[in-house]
């Protein structure tokens, strides 16, 4: 089922936390919701869930204005970052819960509760109380209880942040291919960058109180349409400079790359888009290591460069290099969105 979002806004008390939003999510996608602590990213869930009204603007799904429906009506799964199970019911009785609310008759739910079992990957928990089985489980059993009722749309507000990272990325491959098997659409907010590029078709960015940016990881990541998207995502440099007819002029040289327009630009790059080579332009000033990686600080006149390298062979602070820049897709942001 699709999803719009239609010029939202909401406001608490005096705080306007969603500003004439404008969101879009075709049927069968996964769209990953970034944005900084407080943005407004659960707010967004509450007003398509309808936990939360909006004060301004409409949401429909598959065209219909559901504005106005209240929330059992809109056949939507919630899935909260933590599992608020009922403690005094067993792993299936909680899964069936709201199949029996909704009258369902027992064979139905039977059948429907062990498809779902089967689904998460729960087997042998059945008859467990939530106090007795782990975090990921319980998790897993609020997944199969928000899809019980057999929604065609799942909403995620940060649903794996308690979990350690080996367990998340488990449970980021079994939505996903839940997602894939039953064609849901799904909104998912989380604050981790790196479980949203693996995990999304789309990734919206929502930055003071509008989304920004909406676009496939690999745009997200590497054609920001802002600086603040750029350092949203993580390390990068700006290099200054002028655009004239598709050659870009700047301190370090020429480049040529396809831009939109002329005047003044900055071309992007995020560290690992530049290569090392043996050269004397460039000195390292300090490095970091992340891991398998090292970024390092290099130099040349006023600039400075953040490169990225394997951490395997480790350069010494002093040392002088060259740097090669990649001669194709390059990104440019030009001067209206340097903000
Ligand atoms: N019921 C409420 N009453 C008053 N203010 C609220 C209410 N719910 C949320 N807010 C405020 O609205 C803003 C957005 O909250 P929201 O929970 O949507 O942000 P978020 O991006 O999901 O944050 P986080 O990533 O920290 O969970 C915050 O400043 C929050 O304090």
């Given at each position: 089922m699709k999803i719009v979002m239609e010029n939202i806004t909401k406001t608490y008390g005096s705080e306007k936390v969603l500003d004439h939003l404008n969101l879009q999510v075709e049927e069968g996608k996964f769209l990953s919701i970034l944005g900084y602590s407080g943005a407004g990213k659960s707010t967004i869930l509450k007003i398509i869930s309808g936990l939360v009204g909006q004060d301004k603007g409409r949401v429909f799904i598959d065209g219909i204005d559901?504005?106005?429906?209240?929330t059992e009506n809109r056949n939507i799964g919630y899935i909260f970052?933590?599992?608020?199970?009922?403690?005094?019911?067993?792993v299936e009785e909680n899964i069936a819960f709201g199949l029996q609310v909704k009258k369902w008759d027992s064979k139905r739910i039977r059948k429907r509760t062990t498809e779902l079992i089967k689904l998460l990957q729960i087997?042998?928990?059945?008859?467990?109380?939530?106090?007795?089985?782990s975090g990921g489980q319980q998790q897993r059993v609020a997944i199969a209880r928000a899809l019980a009722p057999e929604p065609r749309i799942l909403l995620m507000d940060e649903?794996?942040?308690?979990?350690?990272s080996k367990l998340r990325e488990e449970m980021g491959a079994l939505i996903k291919e839940i997602q894939e098997k039953l064609n849901l659409t799904i909104i998912f907010v989380t604050h981790d960058r790196n479980e949203s590029l693996a995990l999304s078709h789309e990734i919206g960015i929502l930055l003071d109180g509008n989304i920004a940016q909406i676009d496939t990881p690999k745009n997200i990541y590497y054609?920001?349409?802002s600086n603040k998207v750029a350092k949203f995502m993580g390390l990068c440099n700006f290099i200054p400079g002028r655009i004239q007819g598709n050659i870009f002029y700047s301190r370090l040289g020429e480049f040529k790359g396809v831009a939109e327009e002329d005047g003044k630009a900055k071309l992007f790059l995020r560290p690992e888009q530049i290569k090392i080579c043996e050269g004397d332009n460039f000195k390292i000033m300090s490095y970091k290591i992340t891991g398998r990686e090292i970024i390092y600080r290099a130099k040349t006149g006023d600039s400075c460069l953040l490169v990225e390298d394997s951490a395997q062979e480790v350069l010494s602070v002093g040392q002088t290099i060259g740097l090669i820049f990649p001669n194709k897709n390059l990104h440019f942001i030009h001067k209206r969105s340097m903000i």
């Open positions: 559901i504005s106005n429906y209240p970052q933590s599992p608020l199970l009922f403690p005094h019911m067993t087997e042998g928990l059945e008859k467990r109380l939530p106090p007795m089985i649903p794996f942040s308690s979990l350690d054609k920001p349409n």
